[in-house]
């Protein structure tokens, strides 16, 4: 439960004077709202931070006002002088003074009886906007304020200027802002006094005051007193929601899982090569975590390609081997079947008995499919994240893996993390984008991390090349002297939503143009609005090289393992950031053919995208590319908030905070350790922080113990 203060700024953002339907629209557009939210509430209105300021402060005398400034004046309204009959295009002008001299108030299509009400002859007001000199005259264009003497208080002199969309003006937000500050109830410092007079910050409210009714121009970016307060707060109650979650993890026992080996024996034996050293170094560090008597959580990192397939299957087998069940999660039902089809061999050698459940098996299978799970027949289930329905039981869940995590949003991991029963499963969460060291403390606290750093032999390089789609018909007659020599091709299109009704488009007519060329039965097409079923014979027949080339959406992005594939053609390869592209063309270069991703783009680059091509041609390593990655474009790509569409933070972006990450992180460890049930007067606060950044999965936890 929300504690009650807070209750005003969860309330729907129309509750504020301004705030109708049409603009609860708008403003949703606008607002970045946290996954799940569909309303914007009062308090996205306080999160939505300004980018810059408007100053106003100047207040000349009308002779001393500097054409090109902004200024904010005093003037009396003297005349009215229309836009004369028939001519339209010339403006309605008003003539004001004060006792230094004359203005005109210039209006472009404007409405007469509007005018006449703002600025009636012989009254008194305050304009504010750009002074401009015309033909000797002093001028103001269309004023960005003008104000009665009786309103001048709200006039804001130090403007701050929001992200908008159309039809929303940022006299609107500004508006709703100063209302949303005053429910800001009243609360108990939770952080350190000493902290945060060594940095000079001020308290929270304050702190959000200063960024909405900025008192200094420079107030409103992120290295100011109040942008750093606020950030340390959202990255201090993120450390500390997962530093419940771990604690927590680590509290309930875990069991220990061990087991003899003679089932990782077989599967070794089944296995056409040798482990990598680097696989029997990340085996040996899950076994010892499964070993231990507390919950495990370990992140096993390792770049496209690496492998981390055998090490999922491996590390299940240990907790078959103990007589358990282990669970094995992808992202996307492809990728789901995949593992089901790589595995089924191996784990048939091995005498293990996999079951297969993603949102596709319905009625009397799935029922069955449950049943077998319940008796404890079933080894290994994998599936997507179907598993987490609430009639998914198992006999015995002592391990389960998540794959390719960075698809998946904060919100669902915390709620994955604390599912699972008692003696529930140890966790083992793989990633095939390599996560700088900051960002991985930044969105996952203190977490035991085992890397693949060494892909297994034999792999070439991959040539990577960048192509103006002007020599679209080049590339198309390289692609045909490849086909003839046996090779297969991904070409990829663009698609960031499954809504995206025009870049479906354009998938669909680039397959129907390759079919043209390559022939009908030789292409085929996948996209994200398939049916399951259709998406598996089309990734079957590719894979059994039926299929030539595969048109696809980024669908394949993820996980897909054909190598007999050696040529990705990614289209529009501007329109991606590096992390994806580097995930695109890790898809080939995973059999003995020399292979070649060929990036093509539209000309001209920007510059932004000029470096990620280059890069992309410059290394292979995915390690360079993600820093690169974030150097380019901050955290968001990494991690894939950008797919989800929703931002893991809201004032702490990364990168301008990683200085303040280690310290929150060390804060909430500090902070757990002294009073782990956050019942001291500063761990009663701390819960308020963690309800205000709407971490309150971790405040649950305390429930729960
Ligand atoms: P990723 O880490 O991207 O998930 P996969 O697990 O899909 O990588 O492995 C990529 C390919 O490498 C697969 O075809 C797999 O069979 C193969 N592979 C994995 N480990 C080794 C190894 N030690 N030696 C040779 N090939 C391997
Ligand atoms: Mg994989």
Redesign the pocket.
């Known amino acids: 439960m929300r504690p009650a203060p807070l209750i005003p700024l969860f309330a729907n953002a129309k509750s504020l004077t301004g705030i109708g339907p049409r603009m609860e629209l708008l403003l949703k557009k606008a607002l970045r709202l946290p996954p799940g939210v569909t309303e914007p509430r009062v308090i996205d209105v306080l999160w939505h931070m300004p980018t810059g300021v408007i100053d106003r402060r100047a207040t000349p005398t009308i002779a001393a006002a500097v054409p090109g400034t902004i200024a904010t004046l005093e003037v009396r309204v003297l005349k009215h002088r229309p836009s004369p009959r028939g001519n339209a295009r010339a403006p309605y002008k008003v003539l004001c003074e004060d006792e230094t001299g004359q203005i005109d108030l210039v209006f472009f299509h404007a409405e007469r009886s509007f005018i006449e009400r703002q600025l009636p002859v012989g009254a008194m007001r305050t304009i504010s906007g750009r002074v401009e000199s015309y033909n000797d005259r002093t001028q103001m264009t269309h004023p960005d304020y003008i104000v009665a003497p009786e309103a001048r208080a709200d006039l804001p002199m130090l403007e701050p200027v929001y992200p908008l969309t159309a039809g929303l003006s940022g006299k609107i937000l500004i508006k709703a802002a100063r209302q949303a500050l005053e429910r800001m109830p009243q609360f108990t410092e939770w952080q350190e006094p000493t902290w945060l007079a060594a940095r000079g910050w001020p308290d929270f409210t304050s702190a959000l005051t200063r960024i909405h009714r900025p008192e200094d121009a420079t107030d409103i970016s992120p290295g100011s007193g109040p942008w750093q307060r606020l950030a340390y707060d959202e990255l201090l109650a993120g450390q500390l929601a997962l530093a419940l979650v771990r604690q927590n993890l680590k509290a309930q026992k875990g069991r220990a899982v061990g087991g003899q080996g003679h089932i990782r024996a077989r599967i070794a034996k089944a ?6 050293r680097s ?1 029997h170094e990340a085996l040996r560090e899950i076994e010892a975590d499964m070993g231990a008597s507390h919950r495990m959580l370990r992140l096993l990192q ?11 299957l491996m590390s299940m087998a240990i907790a078959v081997e103990a007589g358990a069940q282990a669970a094995l999660m992808a992202p996307t039902e492809v990728l789901a079947r995949q593992h089901a089809e ?1 595995v089924a061999p191996l784990a048939q050698a091995a005498g293990l008995t996999i079951g297969l459940l993603t949102g596709r098996e319905k009625g009397r299978p799935r029922t069955e499919l449950l049943e077998r799970l319940a008796s404890g027949e079933i080894d290994i289930l994998i599936g997507t994240h179907a598993l987490f329905q609430p009639d998914v039981v198992f006999k015995d869940l002592a391990f389960a893996v998540i ?1 390719e995590q960075h698809r998946f949003g904060v919100h669902q991991r915390l709620a994955l993390q604390t599912k699972g029963g008692n003696g529930g499963a140890n966790v083992l969460v ?1 990633t ?1 984008t390599p996560i700088p060291r900051t960002l991985l403390m930044t969105h996952y606290g203190d977490l035991d991390v085992s890397r ?1 750093t060494e892909k ?3 792999r070439k390089p991959i040539t990577t090349t960048k192509v103006s789609t002007d020599r679209l018909d080049d590339v198309i007659d390289g692609l045909k002297r490849a086909v003839t020599q046996g090779a297969q091709i991904y070409w990829v299109c663009p698609l960031i939503e499954s809504s995206d009704k025009s870049e479906l488009a354009a998938a669909e007519e680039r397959h129907a143009h390759l079919s043209q060329i390559f022939g009908a039965e030789n292409v085929g097409l996948l996209h994200g609005a398939m049916s399951g079923a259709a998406k598996d014979a089309v990734m079957a027949a590719f894979s059994e090289d039926r299929l030539k080339i595969l048109v696809a959406t980024t669908v394949i992005e993820v ?1 897909v ?1 054909v ?1 007999n594939a050696s040529i990705m053609v990614i289209e529009h390869a501007e329109r991606f950031g590096l992390a994806q592209l580097h995930q695109l063309r ?1 898809r080939v270069g ?1 059999g003995d053919r020399q292979s070649y991703c060929m990036l093509l783009y539209k000309a001209p680059l920007g510059e932004t995208a000029q470096s990620r091509l280059d890069m992309m041609r410059e290394s292979e390593d995915g390690f360079l590319i993600a820093e690169k990655d974030l150097e380019l474009r901050g955290g968001g790509e990494v991690l894939g908030a950008r797919q989800s569409g929703a931002p893991e933070f809201r004032v702490a972006e990364v990168p301008n905070f990683q200085e303040l990450v280690a310290a929150a992180r060390d804060d909430a460890t500090l902070v757990l350790n002294q009073d782990p049930d956050l019942a001291s007067p500063r761990g009663q606060a701390l819960r308020v922080l963690l309800y205000l950044f709407e971490c309150d999965e971790a405040v649950r936890l305390f429930r729960a113990a």
């Open positions: 296995l056409p090569f040798g482990l990598t696989q390792g770049d496209v390609g690496s492998g981390k397939t055998v090490v999922a790589t794959d793989m095939a693949l297994p032999a034999g996980g393992n190598p890790g995973r």
